[in-house]
């Protein structure tokens, strides 16, 4: 997906809440501003978001020297879904489809992106839940998700964000026993999930966990670790969460599918639906890749 | 009032706003979302925001050839209000508080701000009048307003936006018979009122009108012609209406009556009040300036 010129307002805001979160100095967070107008003036359009977002994220850490600005925040997300999960959980065992309940809770802890909002409450992540799992689906693809993870036997599954991943967690149990990877950010970008922040989830020990190498939020295939791509290449069920996954791989030659809330207009109608979606859409070639032999 | 690093992302969409309302060329949206974004990435964040405003709004017309982009939304917001005109009189007549209905119908008029929002629709215009009608008054200044309205003899109104200034209208009939001067921008920039949506909304005839010579969305002391600086500093009563307005002149030299909505978190942070907020506030010295006689 390419950029659209209304992502600019929301890339100046983005490191303006990056720049505010690491410093107190108003001479840092006007330099990250210009420094960012200057990039934002250069960019190529034709790349999507998270290209962008990359590029915004590299300059607030040069300027700041701050590697990883939403620290605190993604631990105290984490802690905050962690506190929910047990009953998360008792909700998918008691629900009459266990898997649907799954992926409606995993695309709640979608509402934790800082990418798109400049601060989220736990009173809004407990509204996410509730909106959730009684809201439409749209994207039309559950029923071909169900069918897709009732065959496969190598899960790749995308994470988006810190805290988020405690959902996914839910979603990723219910997929088990056939083998899941759980794939995250090679560094630290916005409040996107890396490993530390897996291993925060409990995901250590259950699952894979690799790292994309990259430090883009979203999964830019020419960015990512040569294993990271063998992976997704071979994976005979890719799973991408959020709207940076989306951005970056709704264009890619192979089956993939995204679970996501639809947070902002520009994304809403790439997948052409409302902004606020519950969103389960299905991208790319209709059967998976031929897997080759695993080297 | 200073430009506050908040300001870029509203900057940014008021480009895309006006470009897109003068051209359906992607290239042409795309040409003017980058030099603003170079213009910012250098801006003087010691200006008002009005200032970057015009320059940003120079732009768009050296790039569109469009002298006034938003020509045709002025117009639409001009029928508008002055359909709604013979009801809001009619209030204001059967009102107990003649003069404080009046002032709160003119700022209910405030709502028509493009600068502030992509889009007003007529729904949102009437529910400001109700809102604006009920709603407690922050500013405090009301009673020293009404005060200074009663001993004024030469009374300069500063305009903001067409449509609005039907509104206005309704307030400069209840400071009549006090002689009236109403002042207006010098060229269009967004939907800031010209002399000839003053015109549109049938002040001709009833007030004198002057224009300020300036295509700022504000009043810039510097920027508006001899002619306009020297009835601004000999007015006895000087009433500035909108953001643009307060943005510029809240710390000028001499005493000056706000009438706006706080629409944005940067001015209500200024003012002290909380977004959305019915204001009406004094700012400058505590008695007008020593009038020297007229040349």
């Known amino acids: 997906m390419k950029t659209a010129l209304d992502c600019i307002p929301c890339f100046t805001r983005q490191a303006l809440d990056a720049a505010r979160m690491v410093s107190t100095e108003a ?5 990250v501003a210009r420094r960012v107008l200057a990039l934002a003036a250069e960019m190529d359009f034709a790349q999507p978001p998270p290209v962008v977002g990359r590029d915004i994220h590299r300059i607030i850490r040069a300027v700041t020297g701050v590697v990883d600005p939403y620290r605190d925040i ?15 959980a008792e909700r998918v065992a008691n629900s009459d489809d266990r898997l649907e309940t799954a992926v409606r809770l995993a695309i709640a802890g979608n509402v934790i992106d800082l990418g798109v909002e400049s601060d989220i409450t736990e009173e809004a992540i407990e509204r996410g839940v509730e909106e959730m799992l009684s809201g439409r689906i749209a ?4 029923e071909a998700f169900r069918e897709r993870v009732a065959e ?12 988020e991943i405690v959902f996914d967690r839910l979603l990723i149990e219910e997929l088990q026993p056939t083998p ?8 630290p970008v916005i409040n996107d999930a890396t490993r530390a922040d897996a291993e925060a989830a409990g995901l250590d020990g259950r699952v894979e966990i690799i790292d994309n190498g990259s430090d883009a939020p979203g999964t830019v295939l020419t960015d990512i670790s040569p294993e990271c791509r063998r992976r997704f290449d071979r994976a005979d069920l890719v799973i991408a969460k959020g709207q940076g996954n989306y951005e970056t ?4 030659d192979r089956e993939v599918f995204f679970l996501l809330k639809a947070k902002c207009p520009v994304i809403a109608d790439d997948i052409g639906c409302e902004t606020g979606s519950i969103v389960v859409a299905k991208r790319g070639a209709e059967r998976p890749q031929a897997a080759g032999p695993l080297e």
Do not use: C, M
């Open 74 to 88: 993604k631990e105290r997300f984490t802690r905050f879904a962690l506190s929910l999960y047990p009953s998360l």
């Open 249 to 252: 791989l709704s264009e890619v």
């Open 139 to 142: 994207g039309a693809a559950l």
């Open 27 to 31: 001479s840092v967070h006007e330099d």
């Open 180 to 187: 899941v990877t759980v794939v995250v950010r090679g560094h």
């Open 152 to 163: 496969a036997s190598d899960i790749l599954y995308i994470a988006d964000n810190a805290g």
